[in-house]
């Protein structure tokens, strides 16, 4: 083994044991699955180093709000929370790198992942055959736009992710679950949001908790509350 693989190696079990299982996640399946899908080789190479650290990591240069890799214990904590099945149908919203999707997708039958930059996309798609994850879709648009247009053909959803924060839930998104189905998304504003994972109970019916609280950047072009001025 190499220098630079045991490095990676030795990092990994650092993550996991000093900053995953800290943050009370301790399934077994989700524990194993972060050692498996290697996350350096979704991070651009000037921080790759960083890969397995406890923060954010830029995904454009120069620097973009809001385009990064999320704490590897922000992704941990919520596929733990999903507790996803292997006949799941997921979407995903904010790809990113395509890190997530990839945990999604060992994880479910079939996942939909929705990225607004073209290039960040295309990214993506190579970094997910290059992972040999067979079962994910990459669909470049705006998920903000046109009441969910683009995810609209693949639903109902068992599984929800927005891999960034909103203002509030948008309820169009909500009504693309099935019953039974599972939305995770980080609502509220800075300095205080709230991890929100919303359950569909009925035709007409959600149950909601927020078990933890995080800060993450926003999604782009999803609506924001009036703000009174004086």
């Known amino acids: ?26 399934d077994a399946t989700v524990l194993a699955l972060l050692g498996q899908i290697k996350r350096e080789t979704f991070v651009p190479p000037a921080y790759q180093a960083l890969a397995l650290s406890d923060l954010e990591i830029p995904l454009s240069q120069p620097a973009v709000e809001g385009e990064c890799m999320l704490a590897p214990k922000v992704e941990a904590r919520t596929l733990q929370d999903l507790a996803l099945k292997p006949t799941d149908n997921v979407l995903e919203i904010g790809t990113g790198s395509g890190y997530m999707a990839a945990l999604l997708g060992r994880l479910s039958r079939q996942v939909l992942t929705l990225e607004i930059n073209p290039a960040l996309a295309e990214t993506a798609r190579a970094n997910l055959a290059r992972a040999g994850v067979g079962n994910v879709q990459v669909k470049t648009a705006d998920a903000a736009a046109g009441r969910f247009a683009p995810c609209v053909s693949e639903a109902p959803y068992d599984v929800i992710v927005l891999s960034g924060s ?16 599972r939305l995770f998304a980080v609502v509220g504003d800075e300095p205080i949001m709230r991890a929100t994972l919303v359950q569909r109970t009925g035709e007409a019916s959600y149950h909601s908790e927020q078990p933890w609280d995080i800060v993450i950047p926003r999604l782009r072009n999803f609506p924001e509350p009036t703000r009174f001025r004086f």
């Open 1 to 26: 083994m190499s220098a630079t693989a045991f490095d990676f190696e030795k990092a990994r079990f650092n993550m996991i044991e000093q900053q995953i299982r800290p943050w009370e996640v301790l």
């Open 166 to 181: 909103v203002a509030e839930v948008p309820a169009d998104l909500l009504e693309l679950l099935r019953v039974g189905g």
